[in-house]
């Protein structure tokens, strides 16, 4: 196994990096730099510009607007936007529902979604937990029953993350209450949010943003071409989704972008005179990150090898991905905090501070990532699904 770039995907790499630094815009660019709340119109307006660059979905299939990147290069462009500080695509559609349309829907559900998912013109959201059921998800409770041309559908999801810009929202729902085993009987529905019976209601973060919702459906129709796959399949196109989702956790180029930035403030910040940086408790903290998180990468490198020569979505073990990235995401977090000291304090930049640009917004960003554990299953879970999945404990 080679995990070196060729010449070739060093130029495609150089290739890459000139296009971001000539057309992100400044203001999208200082926005993600200070961690400042990205509006729907925001994340939309790069989505675009990537869509109009026809670089929005690598990896979807070439006839359905994909660049026929292969696995290495589309590696190289995510590291890339990581590097240069882009605003995140927004995975729901992109990365989550489109790939299970690709595999499990039919040629009409192709045709009517895949293409505003691509173009920006739907947002769309996931209605996957609920109040009893987060990470043990199959015990979710939300059920449609089928009347006559379509369901009608009644519960609840929480968490949802984006509802309150939502067009869509791809939901797992009970249709089936009286399987025995209770990964069966649940099905996959795509629900039009501005459908009567919906209803959205914010969640206040302890940051202070508005990034999570309720999401309540009161006998919400849904038309019965809106299933994808079979009726009570809608598990296998759950953890089909969930790898997909579990792949894109671990965020390598965010993290070494962090990390630098990481350093710089803590070569400015002093303690007892000196910099932090020279603190020897301080330097094994950073160096133990920085180990951490160059194995994270080289452990992707080896799943996007196994994908290039299988073709397959990855399995069980791509949780490990999940679960080191996010501790790694909020161990540098932590590290911002211990280093700007009091400065992190701030929720918004002071121009008078020399770290305002730094510093701005760490408490609450430190705060936010707390989830990163939790979401996508959390890492609990994951630590189970390696241990049965690929140790056969």
Not at 124 to 132: A, T
Not at 138 to 152: C, E, I, N, P
Not at 257 to 278: F, H, I, S
Request: aromatic share 10%.
């Amino acid at each position: 196994m080679d995990l070196n770039y060729s010449a070739e995907e060093l130029e495609f790499r150089d290739e890459v990096r000139a296009w971001l630094r000539t057309n992100l815009p400044p203001d999208l660019r200082q926005k993600v730099a200070s961690y400042e709340e990205l509006t729907r119109d925001d994340l939309l307006r790069w989505h675009r510009i990537l869509a109009k660059k026809g670089w929005v979905a690598p990896d979807w299939p070439v006839e359905w607007g994909g660049t026929g990147w292969n696995v290495v290069q589309r590696y190289i462009f995510e590291e890339e936007c990581g590097y240069a500080g882009t605003p995140p695509l927004v995975a729901f559609g992109l990365r989550m529902c489109a790939p299970v349309l690709l595999r499990f829907g039919s040629d009409a559900q192709k045709q009517r979604f895949l293409p505003p998912i691509y173009n920006g013109e739907d947002f769309w959201c996931q209605g996957y937990s609920e109040p009893g059921s987060g990470s043990d998800l199959a015990s979710l409770k939300t059920r449609a029953l089928r009347q006559g041309d379509h369901y009608v559908v009644t519960g609840q999801k929480i968490w949802t993350t984006m509802a309150q810009h939502a067009d869509w929202i791809f939901c797992l729902v009970r249709t089936d209450s009286n399987r025995e085993k209770r990964q069966e009987g649940i099905s996959f529905l795509l629900i039009d949010m501005r459908t009567p019976g919906i209803t959205v209601r914010p969640i206040t973060l302890m940051d202070g943003g508005h990034e999570v919702n309720e999401v309540f459906f009161d006998d919400v129709q849904v038309p019965l071409e809106n299933l994808v796959h079979e009726e009570g399949k809608g598990w296998t196109v759950a953890k089909y989704l969930l790898g997909y989702e579990r792949m894109g956790t671990g965020r390598i180029g965010q993290c070494k972008r962090e990390l630098a930035r990481l350093k710089e403030l803590a070569a400015d910040q002093l303690k007892d005179g000196k910099p932090l940086v020279t603190d020897p408790r301080f330097r094994d903290k950073l160096s133990r990150v920085e180990v951490e998180l160059m194995a994270l990468e080289i452990t992707n490198l080896r799943f996007l090898d196994q994908m290039r020569r299988s073709g397959r979505p990855p399995g069980a073990d791509v949780s490990m991905l999940k679960i080191k990235g996010t501790e790694i995401q909020q161990a540098i977090t932590e590290l911002m905090m211990q280093a700007a000291g009091p400065f992190a304090q701030a929720f918004r930049p002071v121009d008078s501070m020399d770290f305002d640009h730094v510093t701005a917004r760490l408490a609450p960003r430190y705060c936010n990532l707390r989830k990163a554990t939790i979401y996508a299953g959390s890492n609990e879970i994951q630590r189970n699904i390696i241990a049965k999945m690929t140790l056969g404990l």
